[in-house]
């Protein structure tokens, strides 16, 4: 089992964005921006006050429209952190006609809300690409530990691990991690984690989110891949680490 060597490096430089709270509101995947396949799916993450918000549309519909389309999208259970968050599935009827700029109509369903990944924008959107996506991603290389670390801030303490991963795939991908202790602690926490730059962090923000690592833990992740049409890479054996550490206290 690797054991996550905390150093000072990580403690100076680890990314400013895993030492934030996210505070309440909603995240989508893909990440609002990019370009996806016309038989994309889509995935609504609640945050905070917005978990129960999320859970409560599933079996309503959504509209998803251009300037000359408009799609009607259902709402699919997903899957749910104990931890102040919950995920559910944006399914499409029917395919998305290509090189369009697509608008989901969240204020229609959850007025209001936030959203803590589009980059700015009121709504999320995205641009269709060409056509639509047929193959599932394959794995290049299997997930991985690279590294843990931690921030302390006002806020609390953040507490990470980074999974060096690749996949074959053109569409915007992401993972979707189970994560429980390798011994008897708090229930298995599952949830939604993307993936950029061949990167992804497990672990909690400044304010706890979606689990909130232990010092020194052993804990286990059950990892599966999708890309945004929603077809899933080969299934990897389970990812074993240690949680970062804190050792300012120690002589």
């Not at 891949?225 to 890479?233: E, K, V």
Request: glycine share 10%; hydrophobic share 40%; aromatic share 6%.
């Amino acid at each position: 089992m690797p054991r996550i060597l905390l150093s000072l490096v990580a403690l100076l430089f680890a990314p400013a964005a895993a030492a934030q709270c996210l505070g309440d509101g909603v995240q989508v995947f893909p990440t609002p921006g990019a370009i996806v396949p016309i038989n994309s799916r889509f995935l609504l993450e609640g945050v905070g006050t917005a978990r129960e918000q999320v859970i409560g549309l599933v079996g309503k519909k959504l509209r998803l429209v251009s300037d000359s389309h408009e799609a009607e999208v259902k709402v699919q259970k997903g899957w749910e952190s104990s931890l102040g968050r919950a995920t559910v599935v944006l399914k499409v009827t029917g395919p998305l006609e290509p090189d369009k700029r697509y608008t989901l109509r969240l204020d229609e369903v959850l007025p209001g809300a936030a959203v803590l990944n589009g980059r700015g924008a009121v709504l999320p959107e995205w641009r269709t690409g060409k056509g639509a996506d047929t193959q599932a991603p394959r794995w290049q290389k299997r997930p991985a530990v690279s590294e843990g670390f931690l921030r302390r801030t006002p806020q609390g303490t953040a507490r990470f691990v980074r999974l060096n991963l690749s996949l074959r795939e053109e569409s915007p991908a992401y993972l979707v991690v189970k994560l429980e202790p390798r011994r008897a602690g708090p229930s298995v926490q599952q949830y939604v984690v993307p993936i950029v730059n061949n990167t992804a962090f497990i672990g909690h923000e400044a304010c706890s989110g979606t689990f909130a690592l232990e010092d020194g833990r052993s804990y286990r992740a059950r990892i599966e891949a999708f890309d945004a049409a929603g077809h899933n890479a080969p299934a990897v054996p389970p990812v074993d680490f240690e949680a970062p550490a804190d050792y300012s206290g120690q002589p």
